[in-house]
């Protein structure tokens, strides 16, 4: 059995959703082995998102997760003020946990948002995973590219390039790595949580499963960029044209 790619996409409603939602799902299209995890932040399920990913073909599974209201972003604060995903990252972590067997099921988990770009040969470098893997990402704090730095001797992970304190454990976005299925099974306290210092996910996630020596350089020992932390620009609609879901 070929092993299956676990892509978490948390997703809230904002005007660009769909587009948003649409872009993702058509990359994932050309990944015949992943199974796309959608967790809306909301009270219940959408007909716009529970469309979307029928629509798509492709193997999906679709959770909610509300963002407590104490922990969301108000319109004008900056986005560094909260953290974001958070429940919704978590609850899909649960469902892998409640439905898959350790042993039996063998695959990725790699944590997709919805407002990133893909490459698809990013997908063909997950499989080479055996524990954690990592590789670059493009346009991300303050950087064309944070990266981890490989020893040139040993060829392993020595530290990291990154325009947001470089002195992290592990100064990866959560675009930058994927996991192990096994590794997410036999570690259930693994979780993401309000109470890190902003900023602090990817280390504090990361410190579950592994250490920086052992982590897997991937993209050709972190020498491409197979993705961008993009963000997509809020649109100004002055006026909604009734009869269409955009
Ligand atoms: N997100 C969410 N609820 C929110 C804000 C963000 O579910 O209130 C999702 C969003 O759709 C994305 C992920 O969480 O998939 C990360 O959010 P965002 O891209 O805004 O964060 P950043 O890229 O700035 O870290
Ligand atoms: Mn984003």
Redesign the pocket.
């Known amino acids: 059995d070929i092993p299956i790619i676990y892509v978490i996409?948390?997703?809230?409603y904002r005007y660009v959703q769909k587009a948003?939602l649409t872009r993702i799902s058509q990359t994932l299209m050309l990944v015949p082995n992943a199974h796309w995890v959608v967790?809306e932040?909301s009270e219940e399920r959408t007909k716009l998102v529970s469309n979307l990913i029928s629509d798509s073909g492709l193997k999906t599974t679709h959770l909610v997760a509300k963002?407590p209201p104490f922990e969301?972003?108000k319109a004008k604060d900056p986005?560094w003020k909260r953290h974001?995903?958070v429940e919704?990252r978590n609850k899909a972590l649960s469902w892998l946990r409640d439905n898959l067997q350790l042993g039996k099921d063998k695959g990725f988990v790699y944590f997709m948002?919805?407002?990133?770009a893909y490459n698809v040969k990013l997908f063909s470098e997950i499989m080479k995973i055996k524990k954690v893997g990592v590789w670059p990402v493009g346009l991300v704090g303050g950087f064309n590219v944070e990266t981890p730095v490989l020893d040139p001797g040993t060829g392993k992970v020595n530290g990291y390039k990154s325009g947001w304190k470089p002195n992290r454990p592990f100064a990866i976005d959560?675009a930058g790595f994927a996991i192990n299925l096994d590794l997410i099974l036999e570690n259930a306290k693994a979780n993401f949580s309000y109470k890190m210092e902003k900023g602090f996910q990817e280390s504090q996630f990361l410190s579950y499963f592994t250490t920086k020596e052992n982590l897997e350089p991937l993209a050709d020992n972190c020498t491409k960029v197979y993705v961008w932390?993009t963000?997509t620009e809020k649109p100004v609609v002055k006026s909604e044209v009734s009869g269409y879901e955009v």
């Open positions: 996409t948390p997703t809230y948003e967790i932040d963002t969301k972003l986005r974001r995903g919704q948002d919805d407002d990133n959560m932390h963000r």
